[in-house]
């Protein structure tokens, strides 16, 4: 088992893996990472392994049915899944449980919104060909999926999920206001944006970014936001709050494409 701190008063990450080395290496670093030293989330990677009573440490075991490939068995999630429980401590509420699986739904900014507020969140990685339904019916909350498409394990997943969430706590991003402005929070992709040098090769960063006029500054993002969801996203539009000027706008953008 690998874990960043102690319990407390933060979001705790509990990760039902294989592979918790794999999970660990990766969160344990940049945004994620720093966050967990400063104490602001909490993330164990729980090893299934760790739970069984087969000798040679095996979790899987043929499907009933026949059929390609082996299935989780479902007493070890549990004993790992009891564990977590215990360890939280909170007889009183039941920590939500999430399953990573392609059979699940879409995984998106709300989604990371709703999972934010909890205080504990469970993530079962499934792999091989899945998980014995059993176990899922008794523990899981919610199914969830990163795309239409299959992953070896759902490790990689359940980093994307932690990822997304952490950014959300309050105090892990260095600026709050980036979560706030961001592609996807208020239902459009984020504005282009520039660096030093104000010339590069020719190319002058747009100078109304060198201007210091706020509100032509909040202008000109909002602008872009939108052409740049039209251009790129433009079935996000029908959810966005578009001023009449800015679904012309739009509109002129996505016939383009």
């Known amino acids: 088992m690998l874990m960043f701190h102690k319990r407390g008063?933060?979001?705790?990450?509990?990760?039902?893996?294989?592979?918790?080395?794999?999970?660990?290496?990766?969160?344990?670093?940049?945004?994620?990472?720093?966050?967990?030293?400063?104490?602001?989330?909490?993330?164990?990677?729980?090893?299934?392994r760790d739970f069984t009573d087969e000798k040679h440490g095996h979790v899987d075991d043929y499907p009933y049915g026949g059929g390609a490939g082996m299935v989780m068995q479902p007493m070890p999630i549990y004993k790992c899944y009891n564990h977590i429980v215990e360890k939280i401590g909170n007889p009183d509420k039941k920590p939500k449980v999430v399953y990573m699986t392609p059979q699940g739904r879409t995984f998106n900014q709300e989604i990371a919104k709703e999972y934010s507020t909890e205080d504990d969140l469970i993530i079962l990685c499934g792999h091989y060909e899945g998980v014995d339904e059993r176990i899922?019916?008794?523990?899981?909350?919610?199914?969830?999926?990163?795309?239409?498409?299959?992953?070896?394990g759902g490790e990689l997943p359940a980093m994307v999920v932690v990822d997304a969430i952490s950014r959300l706590v309050p105090g892990v991003l260095n600026n709050d206001v980036s979560a706030q402005t961001e592609s996807f929070e208020d239902g459009l992709l984020e504005y282009p944006q520039y660096t030093r040098p104000a010339i590069w090769r020719d190319e002058a960063v747009p100078e109304v970014l060198l201007s210091g006029h706020h509100k032509k500054l909040q202008e000109w993002y909002r602008r872009e936001s939108v052409i740049r969801t039209a251009k790129r996203r433009p079935d996000m539009l029908m959810q966005a709050q578009l001023s009449e000027e800015e679904k012309e706008l739009a509109k002129q953008y996505a016939d383009l494409e």
Not at 13 to 41: W, Y
């Open 136 to 152: 899922l019916e008794m523990i899981v909350d919610d199914n969830i999926s990163i795309g239409d498409f299959v992953l070896t």
């Open 9 to 48: 008063n933060r979001m705790n990450f509990h990760i039902m893996t294989l592979f918790p080395e794999m999970v660990m290496d990766g969160l344990n670093t940049s945004i994620t990472g720093r966050a967990c030293k400063q104490g602001l989330i909490n993330i164990e990677a729980v090893n299934i």
